[in-house]
């Protein structure tokens, strides 16, 4: 059974970078096809795709978040990492990491997902 957990500060403060870790375990981040996306909800919002790593470490960003956005990989500690820069009370959300199979675009079909993290942006 594949896992991935969310881990990261529930608290930022504005105009900080928000940084979360997502651990997966009975799977590795390298195997062909997957792709490791963050997704997240806005409270009383529906989900947001962010963005993907992919298996071949090729990264793929939502166009609102381009230019804020950064997504990296750990292969030896099988873990891939969110960085978003600037955040405002709007970045206020609960992020989810995801396994999605055959492309970024079909993050809404994603095999597996973590229980995801509460994080709030306020000063």
């Known amino acids: 059974q594949v896992q991935l957990q969310e881990s990261g500060p529930g608290l930022v403060k504005p105009s900080q970078t928000l940084s979360l870790t997502c651990t997966v375990s009975s799977d590795s981040i390298t195997t062909n096809y997957y792709y490791w996306s963050w997704i997240r909800q806005p409270p009383g919002k529906g989900l947001e795709w962010m963005g993907a790593?992919?298996?071949?470490?090729?990264?793929y960003y939502s166009p609102s978040l381009k230019s804020r956005i950064s997504i990296s990989r750990d292969t030896s500690k099988n873990q891939f990492t969110l960085q978003l820069s600037s955040v405002t009370p709007e970045d206020t959300a609960v992020y989810y990491c995801?396994?999605?199979?055959?492309?970024?675009?079909?993050?809404?079909?994603?095999?597996?997902r973590g229980q995801g993290t509460q994080v709030t942006v306020s000063s």
């Open positions: 790593i992919a298996y071949s470490g090729s990264t």
């Open positions: 995801a396994r999605v199979t055959g492309g970024w675009y079909r993050w809404k079909e994603y095999d597996y």
